[in-house]
């Protein structure tokens, strides 16, 4: 069982930069890949971004490439997510996930078998 919290939510202006974390327990959790979907209003959880546990690759989804960075740091059990450039249409709620097995179908939400609670993230113009 891997328990997964996320931290760094918040409100922000069009043009900010927010930074999420994430602490997973439980497991190694060098083992696993992780990572990020959010979940705006009336809309279905989409994939953000996403790391294998080597750091090796990484992956995004087209409305956040370049302005979000997913990182991690094996040693504190945490996995990041910078987003830079803040948007209006950024706003939802965030949630950090874990993932065992091949680096393969990241974006897809059914991956992933441990997910945290969320963080609400709220962007203005």
């Known amino acids: 069982q891997v328990q997964v919290v996320e931290s760094g939510g918040g409100l922000a202006q069009a043009g900010d930069s927010l930074r999420l974390s994430c602490v997973a327990s439980g497991r190694t959790f060098s083992g696993y890949h992780m990572g990020w979907f959010r979940q705006a209003p009336g809309k279905e959880r989409e994939f953000a971004a996403a790391?294998?546990?080597?750091?090796?690759?990484?992956d995004y989804t087209d409305s956040v490439l370049g302005r979000y960075t997913i990182s991690r740091d094996n040693g504190k059990n945490t996995v990041y997510l910078q987003m830079n450039g803040l948007k209006p249409e950024d706003t939802a709620v965030y949630y950090c996930?874990?993932?065992?097995?091949?680096?393969?179908?990241?974006?897809?939400?059914?991956?992933?078998?441990?997910w945290g609670q969320g963080t609400q993230v709220t962007v203005s113009s």
């Open positions: 996930a874990a993932a065992g097995g091949q680096y393969v179908n990241m974006r897809q939400a059914s991956r992933y078998n441990w």
């Open positions: 790391i294998s546990w080597s750091s090796l690759y990484t």
